[in-house]
């Protein structure tokens, strides 16, 4: 049963044509790889609107500037003012805090011209083999 709901949420939405993702490498259909963008490059990526029915993912590189819980999940940022600020909802941070380089990857969500929500996501330390600017 389990299975055939995820099958049919998966169908609702709109798989978008590779044109989309020209000239715009930080972004990715639903899971799958992309090459982070950096702070001072993912601006001149972003799309003006995506259709509702569909689901990008993005990935962004960067210097953490806020790592917080509530308790159920953990809410991470990168890129600071007067940038695009890019915030992160995941499960858990790992052992990442403010200062660090990390790489974020999630579904995409533009809240409005200067903040991108990525839910879900995932957090993860930078490191030389994501193809991410340092």
């Known amino acids: 049963m389990g299975l055939?709901?995820?099958t049919g949420q998966a169908l609702a939405q709109s798989l978008l044509p590779d044109s989309f993702f020209a000239g715009r490498p930080a972004f990715s259909h639903p899971e799958q790889p992309a090459k982070p963008a950096s702070c001072?490059?993912?601006a001149a990526q972003l799309p003006d609107s995506i259709p509702a029915d569909s689901?990008?993912?993005m990935a962004i590189a960067g210097t953490v500037s806020l790592v917080r819980t509530d308790g159920a999940l953990w809410y991470v940022a990168v890129c600071a003012d007067p940038g695009v600020r890019?915030?992160?909802v995941t499960y858990g941070a790992g052992d990442l805090k403010p200062g660090d380089?990390?790489?974020l990857?999630?579904?995409?969500n533009r809240q409005d011209g200067?903040?991108?929500?990525l839910d879900p996501c995932l957090a993860s330390p930078w490191n030389d083999g994501d193809g991410?600017?340092?």
């Open 4 to 6: 055939a709901l995820v």
């Open 40 to 42: 001072e490059s993912i």
């Open 55 to 57: 689901r990008v993912d």
């Open 86 to 88: 890019v915030l992160c």
């Open 101 to 103: 380089k990390a790489v």
């Open 105 to 108: 990857r999630g579904g995409y």
């Open 114 to 117: 200067r903040h991108i929500l």
């Open 132 to 134: 991410a600017e340092p």
